[in-house]
């Protein structure tokens, strides 16, 4: 998408003489938001540097580090990721990692052997293989719980304390950050962990005010996703190369993404 056809778009929502969000940022603060990597240790990579070129083209007093979860599964480089998250510090200032839907299955499986099966159906085997781990399908529920045993052992602990660490939401100024998005007409904080990690149409179908401005990943689409009400930057990384990053500042938005294309949300 062009940065005259964002422009348009922002324009459709918000008024004629308006290409900024509806609400905003405290003064001097800017948030990095960014999407699903899925094991693509090598994206992560590029991003950080982008980000760090960006910060340092257009310095800020305060900068926030938002990831909005999904580092792990179908990629082949889980453990990098994390890896990753762990040694490299935040650009600058403050750091925040969401829980997406897929570390939070992982999580399952360490506790219930028996939801491999439907870990394994979303990327759960790629993850296991960059542990080191050897599964192989068919498997019994004897095989899965073996598996959970040798994970258990290979998982470094600052791994699964990463892993618990993660929050479900992340609110600053008008933004509302989260995995997958809200049940609409749910308060932000009643919101239920199911629906913080896992929701999909009943969210994205939605008009409504949620009173902030949801960002969030877990529906991949080519283009990020900017609506009245939400702000969606996953774009399928995994699949496409593009690992795509929202720069909210005041009331502006752009984008960085690993294609080297940066579009504004401002003339």
């Not at 599964?73 to 490299?88: A, C, Q, T």
């Amino acid at each position: 998408m062009s940065g005259n056809r964002v422009i348009t778009a922002f324009r459709k929502l918000f008024g004629a003489g308006a290409a900024t969000m509806k609400q905003g940022l405290p003064e001097r603060v800017r948030v990095y938001a960014v999407g699903d990597i899925h094991g693509r240790a090598d994206l992560l990579q590029s991003m950080l540097r982008r980000i760090a070129a960006d910060l340092a083209e257009r310095p800020c007093e305060s900068v926030v580090e938002v990831f909005l979860g999904d580092y792990i599964d179908r990629g082949p480089s889980s453990r990098e990721v994390i890896d990753i998250l762990l040694s490299h510090p935040p650009v600058a200032g403050a750091r925040h990692c969401l829980r997406g839907n897929h570390e939070q299955a992982m999580l399952d499986f360490l506790g219930e052997p028996g939801v491999l099966a439907d870990w394994s159906r979303f990327g759960g085997l790629e993850t296991l293989l960059s542990y080191g781990l050897n599964p192989r399908l068919p498997m019994s529920f004897e095989d899965a719980a073996r598996l959970r045993d040798e994970l258990t052992f290979a998982l470094p602990k600052a791994h699964l304390a990463f892993l618990k660490s993660t929050a479900l939401s992340f609110a600053l100024g008008g933004y509302f950050f989260v995995h997958a998005g809200i049940k609409p007409g749910a308060s932000l904080d009643a919101q239920s962990p199911e629906d913080l990690l896992w929701i999909r149409e009943p969210f994205l179908f939605s008009q409504r005010d949620h009173g902030k401005i949801i960002v969030h990943g877990h529906t991949p689409s080519e283009e990020p996703e900017v609506q009245a009400n939400r702000i969606n930057v996953d774009t399928g990384a995994f699949v496409t190369g593009r690992l795509t990053c929202a720069v909210l500042e005041g009331q502006g938005l752009r984008f960085l993404d690993t294609r080297s294309r940066r579009t504004e949300g401002r003339p």
